[in-house]
């Protein structure tokens, strides 16, 4: 999981604009459901409705984690705001204009059953009444923690314009506050050393190529898919610095999985070296320790309009 600011992006340009539809079966395939803002005015509806109708920057949506918040969000901007903050079953979801640490607008997004949690509180976004009809207001609900509750499932999804290149890693062990670095290649060649390096304007250094998803081992793989993670000569001391080098297809020294989790405020997973209990600590390998924070590491996808 990770904490997430969602705001509209109605009458911004962005690269990154996502789509959140509702995953009540079958109808996401008809484009129904899609989390929308009636308008950009502040105290507008969030509403449900069909993404593939109308202005779509009212149902496409920018994640700003909370982690990136202490800068000040300009206008025109709009955000998810929990109407008067009120804690209760039914309060309903509007647009506001964003706020750098109002509670009312943060959100802890699960990968795992696809909610989206009021941050601080047992209350998630829910579809009232499980109605798809457009203009059917949102509305927080306590969270099902049975994962069964199709109201409170959803889907993030890119425009059709838009294609997944890669995906950055972001430390996370620095702190919901604090800003995010992306682990780096230090340059494009064999015996590189990991650096960090700025997530807004991901490079060839910062956009990994591919990254393994959960319950899956690979390699992780950067600049054109010609360079990978590597541990440096096959040595599993802690503290051996990590680098990348050309890949090497079944080359133990490059595979990895992200099938641990840190602990539930950390929003972040360890990165093992396949096979071993070894995992990538800050830019060296070292035992594996959910507790460590600087093993907390989170896969965030890159975009592109190309």
Known sequence: MHLAALKTLAFVAVTAALLLQSTKF?????????????????????????????DPSKHEWDFTRVIDMQTPVPQPYKIFDV?????????????????????????????????????????????????????NQLQIWTCDLTRNNQNQRW?????????????????????????TPCLSASSNTDGAGLVFDNCVEPGGDVTWDT??????????????????????????TNGNPLQIWSCVEGNINQLWNMDIDGPENSGGKLI?????????????????DPNDRYQWWVALPVYSTN
């Open 26 to 54: 079958p109808l996401t395939s008809g484009g129904l459901g899609c989390i929308s803002a009636s308008s950009n005015a502040i105290g507008a509806p969030v509403v449900a409705h069909t993404c593939s109708t109308e």
């Open 272 to 288: 093992s070296w396949a096979g071993t209990n070894k995992c990538v600590r800050a830019f060296e390998i070292w035992d594996c």
């Open 211 to 236: 990254v393994p998803s959960s319950g899956s081992t690979g390699q992780i793989k950067t600049f054109d898919g010609t360079k990978c993670l590597d541990v440096r000569d096959g040595n599993g």
């Open 83 to 135: 109407t008067d903050g009120i804690n209760a079953d039914g309060t309903k979801l509007q647009v506001w204009t964003c706020v750098d640490g109002n509670t009312n607008q943060q959100w802890i997004e699960s990968v795992n059953d696809l909610t989206f949690r009021w941050a601080g509180t047992d209350k998630c976004i829910d579809l009232t009444d499980g109605n798809l009809t457009d203009g």
């Open 155 to 179: 889907a993030i999804k890119p425009p059709l314009a838009l294609q997944q290149v890669g995906s950055e890693i972001g430390w996370r062990g620095g702190g919901v506050y604090q800003t």
